[in-house]
């Protein structure tokens, strides 16, 4: 009789959760708890409106739940993806702009970058000229 098993091991051992309950994580556990207490107490609410109304409220009010609960992008779950989105886009700016002040002054100078900055502000004051009327042209009413 043979008994070798073949059993897959991961190659990132950070990939692996331990599971608590009904095959859940601790983190589904909660999120679906959360869902349902929140979902009962909606259709409860709402039912005395309509059957239906209450059904569309515990689908609106438990799918947002359910979906964090679950969703995972680039290995991290959608609270710690929507923070770092969010940080990105708006918190920290994406543009940097390069400031003088008292202690890079003398770098600056060295570089180069006081002098560069008032050729493009001079050269951004003679872009603006007035146009001349081109000869043969047509005037329009």
Not at 20 to 34: D, E
């Amino acid at each position: 009789m043979n008994n070798n098993f073949v059993v897959g091991i991961p190659k990132d051992l950070k990939k692996i959760e331990s599971k608590l309950f009904f095959g859940l994580t601790k983190r589904q556990l909660i999120g679906f708890s959360i869902a349902l207490f929140i979902g009962v107490i909606t259709f409860l609410l709402l039912k005395s409106i309509s059957i239906n109304v209450a059904m569309y409220g515990l689908f609106f009010t438990c799918a947002p739940i359910i979906f964090a609960t679950i969703y995972q992008k680039d290995g991290l779950y959608s609270e710690k993806w929507l923070k770092l989105w969010l940080e990105h886009k708006y918190l920290n700016p994406s543009k940097r702009y390069y400031k003088v002040t008292k202690k890079n002054y003398p770098l600056a100078k060295e570089r180069k970058v006081i002098e560069r900055a008032k050729k493009q502000k001079d050269n951004t004051n003679k872009r603006i000229k007035t146009s001349k009327p081109v000869p043969g042209a047509r005037t329009t009413n």
